[in-house]
């Protein structure tokens, strides 16, 4: 297994608390932040106000697009707020960011609509006029990670046979690979179960990332050594089934906890961006 440990020094923790929970669909009062490469374009991809995403585009050429998917246990009351820092960031480096908003448990998600949601919201991408899809990454941090894990095999599975818009590859912050574990532990005080009801173990296979490998696409996971919340493990986990059955995957280690890996102001973040670079 290929692992990647980086010290970083200085790293603070963003607190949940000083994060938006609100949940904003297309009209609510939350708005996303504009930057030199012009204006935000709110895109639905379903009729409920959690479907849809936020479109930003560089200056000048792409280098592909990334499908930023936040995180907080599948549950409604943390948004893509979360996300808004990471897709300006992402912007000025030159990529076009999707910061992608789902339903979530609370508020219309769980099995199988928050499935349903990401993939339909990746495929829509395909209906965005000028905008080359041939590069989709997904960026995911904690539940989003395992999200866009997933979102790269969902064409496997017989429900999303049809996705239209294939995931190139992966970058999973601090991400829930590892369901099985996940359970066990009651991470985020049995997330895994509220997400999946009574359908957990039917559909195991279809919506756990480590029962998915090899993927056919590289997977870049980094994660923090003193990750309270969801632990190193459930990386190292991942990575290690992935080699061994001859994937594309690697682990960097960073130096730091759980809200680390999405503070933009973060060695973590630097290091992130540096792992979306590998893909190009």
């Known amino acids: ?11 603070a923790a963003l607190l949940l608390a000083g994060c938006s929970r609100s949940t904003t669909g297309p009209t609510g009062s939350s708005t996303p932040p504009t930057n030199g490469a012009g ?10 106000p959690a479907q849809f995403l936020e479109l930003t ?7 592909g ?19 808004r820092p990471l897709a300006a960031s992402l912007v000025d480096d030159g990529w076009t960011a999707a910061n992608l908003e789902y339903r979530r448990v609370g508020n219309g998600g ?20 000028d905008l080359d899809t041939s590069r989709v990454i997904t960026l995911g941090h904690s539940a989003g990670g395992h999200l866009g894990v997933w979102a790269a095999a969902r064409q496997r599975s017989e429900r999303w046979t049809d996705a239209t818009v294939p995931v190139t590859g992966a970058v999973s912050q601090a991400g829930v690979l590892d369901l099985r574990s996940a359970v066990d532990q009651s991470l985020g ?3 895994v179960q509220g997400l999946m009801g009574d359908d957990l173990e039917a559909q ?8 998915q490998v090899p993927l056919d696409v590289p997977v870049r996971c980094i994660h923090g050594s003193s990750d309270g919340n969801v632990p190193l493990s459930q990386s190292t986990a991942y990575v290690d089934a992935a080699t061994d059955a001859g994937a594309d995957a690697t682990l960097t280690e960073v130096d730091g906890d759980h809200f680390t890996l999405i503070d933009p102001g973060s060695g973590a973040w630097r290091q992130t961006r540096e792992l979306l670079d590998e893909l190009v």
């Open 1 to 11: 297994m290929l692992h990647r440990r980086t010290l970083l020094s200085g790293s």
């Open 39 to 48: 204006a935000t374009e709110t895109i639905a991809y379903g009729e409920d």
């Open 57 to 63: 585009r560089p200056q000048g050429t792409s280098r």
């Open 65 to 83: 697009v990334v499908v930023v998917i936040h995180g907080g246990f599948w549950l409604a009351q943390f948004d893509l707020s979360l996300g």
């Open 110 to 129: 769980g099995w199988p609509a928050t499935f349903d949601d990401v993939s339909a919201g990746i495929d829509a991408l395909a209906d965005v006029e």
């Open 189 to 191: 005080g049995g997330a």
């Open 204 to 211: 195991f296979a279809t919506v756990d990332p480590l029962s």
